[in-house]
């Protein structure tokens, strides 16, 4: 019976290590609060179309990180940012001499794209809000409407309300319709404030998954 147990055991480390062989390779995600429109517009004090004019990586002052800063031409103004204006945007992430750093969740951009932006001004440079929760990218459909287009790849959303993950990983809009409610929603933020702030504080986290 005892040698039945061993045996038994052996088989059980055995399986286990075989289970942790054909594993995936781990991937990780940036866990944050959500922001729906509301908290998008609040924390912003600049929203515009800009198409990508140029991008530039390198390494911070202390040498530790590396981050892109994106320079956009202003197409349209929605807020704070005056068309035809060049706005410089900052990122995690990026390469330099051939060394890359990758930041899970972070916005890249692209030159000549097109994108809609909610920007905020952090430590003396200007950031998209929520990582690529901010970001909406510009492409036309086959009758030529402009369509915006948001990936959340990268991102562990976390609903403040319901304490959890939100389904949605993908979602799209018409261009102008989209603009209308946020400027809808920016008339909200001045009249309720309140509503457009999050009363929960989660500093964004790289976690496994």
Excluded: N, Y
């Excluded at 059980?12 to 995600?29: D, E, I, K, Q, S």
């Excluded at 901010?134 to 009758?143: E, H, P, V």
Aim: overall charge positive; proline content about 3%; hydrophobic content about 45%.
């Amino acid at each position: 019976m005892k040698r039945l147990a061993l045996v038994a055991s052996g088989l059980g480390v055995l399986l286990a290590l075989l289970a942790l062989l054909v594993l995936p390779a781990t991937a990780r995600a940036t866990v944050m609060l959500a922001l729906d429109l509301p908290h998008l517009v609040g924390r912003s004090d600049a929203i515009f179309v800009g198409k990508v004019v140029e991008t530039r990586s390198r390494w911070t002052e202390d040498g530790r990180r590396i981050v892109t800063d994106a320079t956009l031409e202003v197409r349209q103004r929605i807020r704070g940012a005056a068309a035809g204006k060049r706005v410089v945007v900052r990122s995690l992430g990026g390469t330099v001499d051939g060394i890359g750093m990758r930041v899970a969740g972070a916005v890249a951009l692209a030159k000549d794209e097109e994108v809609l932006l909610f920007t905020e001004r952090r430590g003396g440079h200007r950031f998209v809000v929520g990582m690529r929760q901010g970001m909406f990218r510009l492409a036309r459909d086959a009758r030529g409407q402009a369509r915006l287009q948001r990936s959340l790849q990268g991102l562990e959303l976390i609903d403040p309300a319901k304490q959890q993950a939100p389904a949605a990983k993908l979602s799209t809009a018409s261009l102008s319709r989209f603009v209308e409610q946020i400027q809808q929603t920016i008339s909200l933020c001045r009249r309720k404030p309140a509503s457009c702030r999050h009363q929960l504080q989660l500093q964004p986290s790289s976690v496994a998954r």
